[in-house]
């Protein structure tokens, strides 16, 4: 697994098969972005078989088949599409493009997983709810830092268990090591990455959402910026955003391509929980300085001071889950109305921000 950068963060957890080998086929399409090997990793843990992946770029092709040589390469979109064995697509195409695929797979009978963020416009975002009410089909959506983090996954068992009580306010720290150098032509395009705050800040809203037990929020007050990287002029290098849920929650985030070259992971994300009756801090990625293994949750409440070291401890269930929901059309893994909603929040928080010069 890749820690010194974000874009190629592909989580490994244990085999937690809910399924019997074949009996859930799914392909891959578009390799544009590195989160498509923890979504794979997540899908075949679950006991999912990965069948099939296409993408134009035979470099990227190469790279995914080293990772995954069991799979067959497809001689086009059309082979997978047409497969009627697939049930479910995968892919981390342009985020801009992401919608695209995603209508795509769908008028052709298939669920879809999208790595985040799911659009990058609000008429993507409609054309994807009226495509999944005429069709039933899912819209899933990779919201890594939270289903695929093992603390955060434990944080919200704890809140569901009353751990800390009602939850009043939630804050989200996402710094993110940039490394110009590595990144594709469109990574610095707005037209494409959609802006700072519906990028990586779409992982933040949605943990507020869950966490905060809230099926709506308003959008207060954000900010995006470009402090220091002016030869990148549509590049946004720092955002931040203030929430207030439906049910009274708050939310502060931060989200950043800030990250030192000094820290031994690609960014130390941090959450902090306030409930009436305690508190939760996730040290996501890393604990500086003193423990280089991240899933560090620390709890206080009525009960005392408990410290959990997690990794390895929890895996990684919505994978399971999404699955079983494509199979028997449910929504345990996430509601479509709850993915949809991060994501128009995050889009919504873009639209209003205040440029900082």
């Given at each position: 697994m890749q820690r010194n950068d974000g874009m190629n963060y592909a989580p490994k957890g244990k085999p937690n098969p809910v399924v019997s080998h074949g009996?859930?086929?799914?392909?891959?399409?578009?390799?544009?972005?590195?989160?498509?090997?923890?979504?794979?990793?997540?899908?075949?843990?679950?006991?999912?078989?990965?069948?099939?992946?296409?993408?134009?770029?035979?470099?990227?092709?190469?790279?995914?088949?080293?990772?995954?040589?069991?799979?067959?390469?497809?001689?086009?979109?059309?082979?997978?599409?047409?497969?009627?064995?697939?049930?479910l697509v995968a892919g981390a195409a342009v985020p801009s493009r992401r919608c695209e695929l995603g209508l795509k797979v769908m008028?052709?009978?298939?669920?879809y997983f999208t790595d985040?963020?799911?659009?990058?416009?609000?008429?993507?975002?409609?054309?994807?709810?009226?495509?999944?009410?005429?069709?039933?089909?899912?819209?899933?959506?990779?919201?890594?830092?939270?289903?695929?983090?093992?603390?955060?996954?434990?944080s919200g068992q704890l809140i569901k268990d009353g751990a800390i009580g009602r939850v009043l306010q939630v804050i989200g720290l996402g710094p993110h090591?940039?490394?110009?150098?590595?990144?594709?032509?469109?990574?610095?395009?707005?037209?494409?990455?959609?802006?700072?705050?519906?990028?990586?800040g779409s992982h933040q809203i949605e943990q507020f959402l869950h966490f905060a037990g809230a099926q709506d929020a308003k959008v207060v007050q954000s900010r995006v910026a470009n402090y220091n990287n002016k030869q990148y002029p549509?590049?946004?290098d720092f955002g931040d955003a203030n929430l207030i849920a439906d049910n009274g929650a708050t939310n502060y985030f931060r989200v950043d391509w800030f990250t030192p070259d000094g820290l031994s992971t690609w960014g130390d994300g941090r959450t902090f929980i306030l409930g009436t009756e305690g508190t939760i801090e996730i040290r996501k990625y890393v604990d500086v300085s003193r423990d280089p293994q991240g899933d560090q949750l620390y709890l206080v409440n009525h009960e005392g001071e408990h410290h959990f070291s997690l990794k390895g401890q929890v895996g990684y269930p919505y994978f399971g889950e999404l699955i079983l929901d494509c199979l028997n059309r449910t929504e345990n893994a996430m509601t479509q109305t709850h993915a949809f909603k991060a994501a128009e929040l995050c889009l919504l928080a873009q639209m209003q921000a205040l440029r900082v010069e």
């Open positions: 009996e859930f086929p799914f392909a891959v399409m578009a390799l544009d972005h590195g989160h498509i090997y923890g979504m794979c990793n997540g899908l075949i843990e679950a006991g999912a078989r990965l069948k099939w992946v296409y993408d134009p770029d035979q470099v990227k092709v190469d790279a995914f088949c080293k990772a995954f040589p069991f799979v067959k390469v497809a001689r086009s979109e059309d082979e997978i599409l047409q497969d009627s064995e697939v049930r008028d052709h009978g298939k669920d985040k963020a799911p659009f990058t416009t609000m008429e993507q975002l409609e054309k994807a709810r009226i495509k999944t009410e005429e069709t039933g089909l899912k819209y899933a959506v990779y919201y890594s830092e939270r289903i695929h983090v093992e603390s955060a996954v434990f090591r940039l490394r110009a150098e590595s990144r594709p032509e469109w990574f610095f395009k707005k037209e494409f990455y959609g802006g700072i705050l519906c990028d990586i549509e590049l946004e």
